[in-house]
């Protein structure tokens, strides 16, 4: 029974009805990124977001927006792309995961990233 008690105790949050030496200490409130600049950051770091060899033009960004549930910010960004083939490609868009002022993540944009219903603005 005292086993259990001192394993339960271990788990025990910084809220639980415990006395104080047996909760864990609060987390530090997270730090939250202030916002990117993605213009700056996508024309100084193309190559991260669109293959060279797809000759990326007419480039665009959405405004960014802080993630739900993270620090960093998404936005989405378009161009006009050419296949390895060389042939048109057309607009595509992306949506990229920026924190810390690196750009972490880009992938194709789908339906639920609401790209499609963004103001965007050249680089």
Request: glycine content about 8%.
């Amino acid at each position: 029974m005292a086993g259990a008690l001192v394993l339960a105790a271990c788990s025990a949050d910084s809220h639980a009805p415990l006395p104080k030496f047996m909760r864990t200490d609060e987390a530090p409130p997270r730090q939250l990124d202030p916002e990117p600049d993605v213009k700056r950051l996508v024309r100084d770091k193309l190559g991260q977001i669109f293959m060279a060899a797809s000759h990326p033009r007419h480039v665009r960004v959405s405004p960014p927006h802080r993630e739900l549930n993270g620090t960093g910010w998404t936005f989405c960004v378009q161009a006009e792309l050419t296949s390895v083939a060389g042939g048109s490609l057309g607009t595509q868009t992306y949506l990229a995961t920026v924190s810390g002022g690196i750009i972490l993540d880009r992938r194709r944009a789908g339906a639920d990233d609401n790209c499609a219903s963004e103001t965007y603005e050249g680089i």
